[in-house]
């Protein structure tokens, strides 16, 4: 599986923004879904994660209320919704998927394909 993430950009704080990654390959729906982020001053987090149907939806704290997670099976895409945007924000967002579990894809564990980022500016 080969994923693409893309919507990325520059934003003033309060601003929204929408994400979409696209996965080539089989079986789709196999996997649980994640979106994590990564900027210079921290280790790459988890942001939110969705499951094979997307039926049950996880956020870290700092996405609850603000982001949205959601899929698109028949088009083997995810997306992330932003609203509310903050400077503290800005960081790389990866796109992520593994067949193992949702309970797993929120600690990290057992990814088994990344995408390769795509950056969010956030300004104040």
């Known amino acids: 599986v080969q994923l693409q993430a893309s919507g990325g950009g520059l934003v003033q704080a309060g601003g929204s923004l929408r994400l979409s990654c696209s996965a080539s390959?089989?079986?789709?729906?196999?996997?649980?879904m994640a979106w994590f982020r990564q900027s210079p001053e921290k280790e790459r987090e988890y942001v939110a994660v969705?499951?094979?149907?997307?039926?049950?939806?996880y956020y870290a704290d700092f996405a609850e209320g603000r982001f949205t997670i959601s899929r698109d099976n028949a088009k083997n895409s995810v997306y992330l919704q932003m609203d509310k945007l903050e400077p503290e924000d800005t960081a790389v967002y990866y796109c992520?998927?593994?067949?193992?579990?949702?309970?797993?894809?929120?600690?990290?564990?057992?990814?088994?394909?990344w995408g390769k980022g795509t950056l969010v500016t956030v300004s104040s």
């Open positions: 390959g089989r079986a789709f729906s196999s996997y649980v």
């Open positions: 969705i499951s094979w149907t997307g039926a049950d939806t």
């Open positions: 992520a998927a593994t067949t193992t579990s949702t309970a797993h894809a929120i600690l990290g564990y057992g990814i088994e394909y």
